[in-house]
Nanobody, 124 residues
């Protein structure tokens, strides 16, 4: 069983930055592929970024490329999402998730465990 706890969300002005953290339990964290998703009110949950177990391979949705950076610290069992140049359209609940599959995945159905989410609100 894997438990995920996100933190770091909040209210920020347009152009500001936030750093989300996701602390995981589980002895095999270093073998997991990790992802960040977000869900705005009335919209489906969408892929934001993912990182391979080694940290050497990452993927981003086009709308956040160049602004967001996903990283991980396997010793701390934590994955991060650094968000810069935030826009009002980035407002959503952000979730981290674990995939036990063998490569980076972008669909929510391909992730096995989810955190409770953290709210990010970007004011204009």
């Amino acid at each position: 069983q894997v438990q995920l706890v996100e933190s770091g969300g909040g209210l920020v002005q347009t152009g500001g930055s936030l750093r989300l953290s996701c602390a995981a339990s589980g002895r095999t964290f270093s073998s997991y592929y990790m992802g960040w998703f977000r869900q705005a009110p009335g919209k489906e949950r969408e892929f934001v970024a993912a990182i391979a177990w080694s940290g050497g391979n990452t993927r981003y949705t086009d709308s956040v490329k160049g602004r967001f950076t996903i990283s991980r610290d396997n010793a701390k069992k934590t994955v991060y999402l650094q968000m810069n140049s935030l826009k009002p359209e980035d407002t959503a609940v952000y979730y981290c998730a674990v995939s036990t599959g063998g490569f980076i995945r972008t669909r929510p159905a391909e992730y096995n465990y989810w955190g409770q989410g953290t709210q990010v609100t970007v004011s204009s």
